[in-house]
């Protein structure tokens, strides 16, 4: 396949994350001893970032505040991504207050500049030649031009390009609603949900159940699970389980993003699924060993 095809453009979210990993159980009303860390985030950043690293070309359109542009263009630029990224004049750059419990995590979010990212910054000359975009659930839920975000969806199709979704967020699918949810997928062609994704997509609870019904839905379905790996559903296969890469599990943040990007840069290559997967989870078994979302530098 021709280098120009393996371009990914990735559309969404950039984040400052705030990663909380309590040493002792936590102590309402009192102090409890933690590692605090600081790192540049965002599902969609994370993803691109990933996807340099593996020196797969990579373009992430995404917004800020506008006093942070200039960090985060250098940020992500390191990682080999060619970073589209506006500013925001009045809202600040999205935050998130990561609480690791083992392999669980809750999210304390603000949105900021995320919310005002416009889906027509994506061109069709971005979109031209190259072989995936990448959308997260974030940008579907808090879009604001939801018309704009379909249309996207569509250019992209009209350009050959396949259009890859990672729902991002159970939560959010559930407040947004299930249906509009789908909808609003109904253009993609690779779906990445993890398990609590997929059963508030689906009502399925069994996983593999959960994969085979999003794989009459859609082409390709990689449905992880943490330590137990993904299930991988192509053109509406038989379920097929991909064991994790054991490893030593520090910070779980940014693990699915890390897979999307393995699944992706071996995908945009050649489209076997179970590969791309197999891919996926290599890169996933480095991200849990370090804390924050992106690759060691």
Not at 187 to 207: H, I, K, M, Q, Y
Not at 233 to 240: I, K, L, T
Request: charged share 25%.
């Amino acid at each position: 396949m021709p280098e120009l095809r393996r371009r990914i453009v990735v559309f969404g979210d950039v984040i400052d994350d705030i990663v909380v990993v309590p040493q002792e159980p936590v102590r309402p009303d009192t102090d409890t001893s933690s590692s605090i860390r600081h790192r540049a985030g965002g599902s969609a950043a994370n993803v691109a970032a990933w996807l340099g690293s593996l020196d797969a070309p990579v373009a992430l359109v995404g917004i800020v505040g506008a006093e942070d542009v200039d960090r985060h263009t250098a940020g992500l630029a390191a990682f080999g991504v060619r970073p589209l990224i506006d500013g925001h004049p009045e809202l600040p750059t999205g935050t998130i207050v990561v609480i690791v419990d083992g392999e669980r995590r809750t999210m304390l979010t603000e949105r900021g500049a995320n919310s005002r990212l416009d889906p027509r910054r994506v061109t069709d000359e971005l979109l031209d030649g190259a072989a995936v975009l990448h959308l997260t659930g974030y940008s579907i839920v808090d879009s604001p031009d939801p018309d704009a975000l379909a249309d996207l969806v569509r250019r992209a199709t009209r350009c050959g390009v396949a259009v890859s979704v990672d729902p991002a967020s159970a939560g959010y699918i559930l407040d947004f609603g299930v249906s509009r949810f789908l909808d609003a997928m109904s253009g993609a062609a690779l779906v990445f949900p993890n398990l609590d994704e997929g059963r508030a997509l689906t009502g399925e609870s069994d996983p593999l159940e959960v994969a085979a019904s999003l794989g009459r839905r859609f082409r390709v379905v990689a449905l992880t699970r943490g330590a137990d790996g993904a299930i991988v559903v192509q053109d509406g296969g038989a379920p097929v389980i991909v064991p994790a890469v054991p490893s030593r599990i520090l910070d779980p943040t940014g693990a699915g993003d890390a897979f999307c990007a393995g699944f992706l840069s071996a995908w945009s290559t050649l489209p076997d699924a179970v590969a791309a997967a197999k891919a996926g989870v290599r890169v996933a078994e480095r991200a849990v060993t370090a804390i924050g979302g992106r690759p060691r530098r």
